[in-house]
């Protein structure tokens, strides 16, 4: 029963490469593989196990911790539409122009904010591909180092809290553990707020390192130049750019840090000073609502019809006993939590090449967390591990999500090439933290 399990898995996981739906295959494929069992082999699975599914369901539909989820898009685009973004990088830019390197350490800095109030990948790559990439590239920046910029600070929103990835981790490692295993994702938050500057800050560095040793690579902007830039009233715009998203990031996550109010509660105060920052910018519209309320619907099916098709998939997985199986083989194997805990890393690197974090979290979690409750393994340690790994998976060849954002408003002249190349050094960056929360787990339970 248990191999047959790991076949289910086997089956989802090949036709998941080859660009079927995700969620349709994960409910799909697992509903016809047990169908097919009960009429081959009833006494494996029967209809009886399926009683459980729409309870699962309906526990799923009504969990409040996942209300967070389309909130949380809510405000992301709505700030995208707000312009907030191009108000922030143009005073960056102003700030560090005479650095050399600084349009550069600008933009990361930008994805941080950007990361702390909206954390939707897609548009924020987008957005500073737009406005960043030809400024970067007219000033003379090699085209690999900007375009490593641009995703490498893009993606910052998928560990950077407030993350929806993160909410979604939390939620299938508490769906598959019991009792002390289990987090908070107000606890992740808190846990991954110090890894994600860790990776801003060795952004940063590496930037100073090679434009320091590569100058014609990152020039600075002429000083006069840049004072006919800043023209009169440039405090004020400094102050006015800095000022609005740094009180909605102190609304939405001071609120969840000071124990004030929920995830799901701050999500929805942060919607709010989303709608307030674009009425503030002069942007808001009822046809802006309109499309922002669209794209939030989608991306909220999205998410959710693959929630209840890892749902199906797990209720036939575990009926199978394929997490006792996996736990049976790995303690005859021997391994210890470490040696564990390496090779889950290293196949969701891997997978990351070819497929979508959200598809690595609905099908990987629920199988490895089992095993990891039975190692009595740190869970929100292995979570913030797994959110930094998975976030490889925006960057890494030849399917990373965020290069092929930036490729499709990025001049003729960009290259794949170019994008292929300048992202390496920042996913050794993200391998590098990586490591270091291995060996210091400590640095998670700074703000706990």
């Known amino acids: 029963m248990g191999a047959l399990a790991l076949i ?35 006494d494996v699975i029967s209809f009886r196990d399926f009683r459980l599914l729409p309870s699962r369901y309906m526990g799923t539909v009504n969990n409040f911790m996942l209300m967070a989820v389309p909130l949380f898009i ?26 050399r390197g600084g349009l550069a350490i600008s933009v990361v800095l930008v994805g941080a904010l950007l990361a702390a109030s909206t954390g939707i990948v897609g548009a924020t790559v987008v957005t500073m591909g737009v406005i960043s990439l030809p400024v970067m590239l007219k000033r003379g920046y090699k085209p690999e180092l900007a375009t490593g910029v641009i995703c490498s600070s893009g993606t910052l ?21 019991r009792g002390a295993s289990q987090v908070d994702v107000g606890t992740m938050f ?5 890894p994600g500057f860790i990776l801003v800050a060795g952004y940063i560095l590496y930037i100073v390192f090679i434009s320091n040793l ?21 405090l004020m715009r400094v102050l006015k750019a800095f000022l609005l998203p740094l009180a909605l990031i102190v609304a939405v996550l001071g609120s969840i840090f000071a124990g004030i109010a929920s995830p799901t509660e701050a999500a929805a105060v942060g919607a709010i000073g989303a709608i307030l ?47 006792e199986y996996l736990i049976h083989l790995i303690q005859s194997a021997d391994l210890s939590a470490m040696a564990f805990l390496a090779i889950v890393m290293v196949v969701i690197f891997i997978c990351g090449f070819f497929i979508d974090f959200i598809e690595i979290i609905f099908i990987f979690v629920p199988v490895v967390t089992p095993i990891f409750d039975i190692y009595e393994v740190d869970m929100l340690w292995v979570g913030i591990l797994m959110a930094i ?60």
């Open 214 to 234: 590569r100058p014609q690579w990152a020039p600075s902007i002429p000083k006069a130049e840049l004072e006919a830039m800043r023209g009169d009233g440039f």
């Open 74 to 99: 809510f405000m992301g685009i709505m700030l995208e539409k707000s312009g907030l973004a191009e108000s922030l990088l143009e005073t960056m830019a102003n700030l560090l122009g005479r650095v």
């Open 389 to 448: 790994n998975l976030q490889t998976s925006f960057l890494t060849p030849p399917f990373g999500f965020s290069l092929f954002y930036l490729k499709g408003v990025a001049p003729p002249e960009i290259t794949t090439q170019h994008l292929y190349r300048g992202i390496v050094p920042f996913i050794i960056i993200q391998v590098l933290v990586i490591a270091l929360i291995i060996l210091y787990p400590d640095l998670i339970y700074v703000f706990n």
């Open 8 to 42: 289910l898995f086997l089956i989802i996981f090949i036709l998941i490469l080859k660009g079927y739906p995700v969620a349709f295959t994960l409910a799909g494929v697992s509903t016809l593989f047990a169908l097919v069992l009960m009429l081959v082999m009833p």
């Open 190 to 194: 808190k846990a991954a707020f110090l």
């Open 277 to 323: 920052l674009t009425v503030l910018e002069g942007k808001f519209s009822l046809k802006i609502l309109n499309d922002v309320m669209r794209q939030t619907m989608h991306l909220t099916a999205m998410v959710f019809w693959i929630l209840l098709g890892a749902t199906t998939f797990t209720l036939v997985f575990r009926t199978l006993g394929g997490d």
């Open 157 to 177: 929103g998928q560990i950077i809290p407030p993350s929806v990835v993160l909410i979604l981790l939390a939620e299938q490692i508490n769906a598959t553990t």
